[in-house]
């Protein structure tokens, strides 16, 4: 299950990265939201994967599941959705005053 | 007391939300910043008094004993860099009070600056590698907020790139942080420190320092990813440039000094050579673009590089001296990059351009405002009295005891470079006769709040004799990490 989990998050991060090099500009941010879903289920993986066993170390339970990547995960969830929006929000504003979503033509001089 | 540790990240993340509400209240607003500053400065001052006379602190959050919760530890050197934080903020409100529009208020600009404070406080004294991921994420959002206001077309194009990287770098750091989290089984700095030295740093652990490395120069512009850096920083308003110039690419250099003198310092040969070369490259490719331009912001912006360049030296040296001239170094280079970001920005207000060519003569109409960037010049290069002398001595000469020549070279050519692309602002702009009429007058509390920084870098450098044991025995900890890793887990 680990391998299977750790090849899907590798594959979103494929995608991300090649929708990240891409020019345009909205093609870029659906790229960054592909990347930290493969980074969190990565984050997920990295605590093993155990189904149906209490979260909670408790004496006498040897098996038992990891609360940290739990924990971790959902603040990582919690920032990349307030980036991703604010992101989007960004790119459309962006496109709007610079009349181009491309980011070749969204280069810039040194004298401005 | 542990509680006292809360309170440089407490203060500034109350008064940030508090100021939202009272957003329209313009007075109230500077009001409540002043009392809070100054607040937060005899904090973190006392902070600093009673780690250096008694002993560090440390803040386990809801009682749970570390490595178990989250704790916040405050050593000697997370209050040198939180005393300097707040140095920096109380000149950047003081140039604010003066420079920052209306407008720029009514869309949050105080509690945008007030929120990455505390998210630089906060990654200054986690004592948790993921918590210093989320204050990374807490100062970087305030940023993005920063470095849009005004909202130009310009500001948002290059608001865009610098969004995209950090935000990259930050999805990077997560999942790094949870490869280190499934090989040691714990994010607490001191436990990994711990168990990294239990097995000698073997396999996969150098990847993982390596992979963290790519993160922290991301956020701190090293070589080769640095391309973001200098022309985002320019575009916002000059006291929020000298925030991030001051501020951000710090966090940045304080998390690898942290990082590898902590956890990943057993494979010296591998990363820390590594570290070395880069540094060297990252101080030629600086001056290099800082000379190239001529636009006067954008030179400021690329000297933040070589200043990078020279605090890696010093990791990458990896001696109790060279350590020592690294923190030396990230506070002068705090207190005098703001202080030049400052100064370009008022002169860029005065002569109505940026561009070097179309000024001339304005020593005649500011005299004090050349007189300080002339002096500020000489602060950043390292001529001696001042405090850059004092920081590339130690970092100079840490580097030839451990026989690193070339990079030694690179550091003392790229000075003299740093000189050169300064100095030559000072001619172009204040030498000569007066081409264009001043189209504004300069701004008096802005020459304040500049001077003060310009004072405290000359303090640093004249008074180094009394400032030099503080930063060695916070150097002498970082060198041993023993001493950390017993006072966090009591053993």
Redesign the interface.
């Known amino acids: 299950m680990e391998i299977l989990m750790s090849i899907l998050a590798g594959t979103l991060f494929a995608a991300g990265v090649y929708l990240l090099l891409q020019k345009q500009l909205l093609k870029i941010v659906l790229g960054t939201a592909l990347i930290s879903h493969g980074a969190h289920l990565f984050i997920l993986t990295m605590g093993k994967l155990n189904r149906g066993k209490p979260p909670i170390l408790v004496k006498g339970i040897e098996d038992y599941t990891d609360p940290l990547p739990q924990a971790l995960i959902l603040t990582s969830i919690v920032i990349s959705f307030g980036v991703t929006s604010f992101l989007l929000v960004l790119a459309y504003r962006t496109y709007q005053s610079n009349k181009t979503d491309m980011m070749d033509q969204l280069r810039g001089t040194d004298d401005e | 007391m542990s509680n006292l540790v809360f309170l440089p990240i407490f203060i500034p993340l109350f008064v940030g939300a508090l100021l939202i509400f009272f957003n329209e209240k313009h007075s109230l607003t500077l009001k409540l910043s002043f009392v809070s500053l100054v607040l937060n400065f005899g904090v973190s001052l006392y902070l600093t008094f009673f780690v250096f006379t008694t002993h560090p602190l440390i803040l386990e959050t809801g009682g749970w004993k570390a490595p178990y919760g989250i704790i916040l530890v405050a050593d000697q050197l997370s209050v040198i860099m939180i005393l300097s934080v707040n140095v920096i903020a109380g000149a950047a409100a003081l140039f604010a009070y003066n420079t920052v529009s209306h407008k720029m208020v009514k869309h949050y600009f105080y509690p945008l600056f007030f929120l990455l404070i505390a998210g630089v406080s906060g990654a200054f004294l986690t004592g948790d590698l993921?918590n210093l991921f989320?204050f990374f994420?807490v100062l970087l959002?305030a940023s993005?907020g920063l470095i849009?206001i005004g909202?130009?077309?310009?500001q948002?194009?290059?608001?865009?790139?610098y969004?995209?990287l950090n935000?990259?770098s930050?999805?990077l750091f997560?999942?790094t942080?949870?490869?280190l989290?499934?090989v040691t089984g714990t994010?607490n700095m001191a436990q990994l420190g711990q168990r990294v030295a239990e097995i000698e740093q073997e396999g996969i652990l150098t990847g993982i320092a390596i992979l963290l490395f790519i993160v922290f120069a991301t956020k701190g512009a090293l070589f080769p990813l640095y391309f973001w850096l200098p022309?985002s920083y320019i575009v916002p308003s000059p006291v929020v440039s000298a925030l991030f110039g001051a501020l951000l690419t710090k966090v940045g250099v304080y998390s690898m000094l942290r990082v590898y003198t902590l956890i990943f310092s057993h494979k010296l040969e591998l990363t820390h050579t590594f570290f070395i070369w880069v540094a060297s490259i990252t101080m030629l490719i600086g001056v290099i673009g800082a000379l190239s331009?001529?636009?006067v912001k954008?030179i400021i912006a690329y000297n933040i590089m070589p200043a990078i360049g020279f605090m890696l030296l010093g990791i990458g040296t990896f001696s109790p001296e060279s350590l020592a001239g690294t923190i030396y170094y990230l506070v002068h280079d705090m207190a005098i990059k703001a202080a030049l970001f400052f100064l370009a920005g008022l002169l860029v207000w005065h002569a109505g351009t940026?561009?070097l060519n179309k000024m001339g003569g304005y020593i005649k109409s500011s005299p004090l405002l050349g007189w300080m960037f002339f002096i500020a010049a000489l602060v950043l290069a390292g001529i001696p009295p001042f405090s850059g002398f004092v920081g590339k001595y130690l970092l100079l000469r840490g580097a030839m005891d451990e026989e690193h020549y070339i990079a030694a070279g690179i550091g003392l050519l790229s000075s003299l470079l740093i000189l050169f692309s300064v100095i030559r602002v000072f001619i172009g702009a204040f030498w000569g006769e007066l081409k264009e009429e001043p189209k504004e007058k300069v701004n008096q509390p802005g020459l304040i709040a500049s001077g003060i920084l310009i004072f405290i870098s000359i303090a640093l450098g004249v008074g180094a004799e009394w400032f030099y044991p503080y930063i060695q025995s916070a150097a002498d900890n970082l060198i041993d990490p023993q001493i950390y890793i017993d006072f966090v887990l009591k053993e």
């Open positions: 993921f989320v994420e959002m993005y849009i909202g130009s077309k310009h948002f194009r290059e608001s865009v790139k969004i995209l935000l990259f930050s999805i997560v999942t942080v949870s490869f989290y499934s994010v022309k331009t001529s636009n954008l940026s561009n």
